[in-house]
């Protein structure tokens, strides 16, 4: 899958699977922004890049932040003239009970990014997206389909709002020719996780079963972000991959 002479907009290209599909499409030729809000995380990312043929433009950023999602749209544009991929994979995990009034506080903090920073990069690319035909790929993850830890079902919630508007997206702009569709992980080798794994109150109900009895790599779900991305996908809009490894199969 070549993407010579495509660019493509990565958020949450700082770790994980952000970071891995930054490094697969630079080695597909594409010409990458990185966006992330570690400073050293991005440069680590960016000399990757670089070893692989291409230097990122890589953007200091925080998309929870309007002047700084206007930001990413600008200065792509400003570099390299058009967007032909915009991958939402910036995302934040917290926990939150309804019995110790941290619900709604926690879901409105992770909201911001999950969900309404999606909505206003999706808004400020698209205009972009129709000049090339191109797409979007969003994020999401399993538990906006099922959550079986009652502590993030706050996060589930964005995750499901996501879903929703994936689909609303790729039915908006199925006409001029772009199109959106979401991936779903489950369980991944990711900083997040390990973040997770390490508090004590969250691993306590952690379920980590899969059917297939293994995680992810971040790079197994870049894949798929590559293939979604590619002319291979023509036909695919408005769809959700679920790449769990049968988490949900397991309830």
Request: net charge neutral; proline share 3%; with cysteine.
């Amino acid at each position: 899958m070549s993407f010579t002479g495509k660019v493509v907009i990565i958020t949450g290209a700082s770790s994980g699977i952000g970071a891995a599909a930054a490094l697969q499409f630079t080695k597909e030729g594409a010409d990458v922004t990185i966006v992330g809000r570690n400073e050293e995380k991005l440069k680590t990312v960016t000399a990757r890049c670089e070893e692989a043929g291409k230097i990122p433009l890589a953007i200091k950023a925080d998309i929870s932040h309007d002047l700084d999602a206007e930001k990413i749209i600008n200065q792509t544009i400003d570099k390299y003239g058009k967007i032909d991929v915009l991958i939402n994979n910036a995302g934040i995990l917290g926990r939150a009970s309804i019995l110790d009034g941290t619900f709604l506080e926690k879901y409105e903090e992770l909201a911001k990014t999950n969900l309404r920073a999606v909505i206003k990069l999706t808004t400020l690319a698209a205009p972009h997206l129709i000049k090339t035909k191109g797409n979007i790929i969003n994020i999401s993850s399993v538990s906006g389909h099922a959550e079986k830890n009652p502590l993030f079902t706050a996060y589930g919630l964005t995750k499901a709002g996501l879903n929703f508007f994936t689909n609303s997206a790729a039915t908006e702009l199925a006409p001029h020719g772009v199109r959106v569709n979401a991936i779903s992980p489950g369980p991944v080798h990711t900083d997040i996780w390990d973040s997770v794994k390490e508090d004590p109150v969250s691993s306590k109900t952690l379920n980590i079963k899969t059917a297939l009895n293994r995680m992810s790599g971040p790079e197994e779900v870049g894949e798929l972000i590559l293939f979604l991305a590619s002319d291979k996908a023509i036909a695919i809009t408005g769809s959700n991959y679920l790449t769990d490894n049968g988490y949900l199969l397991i309830r």
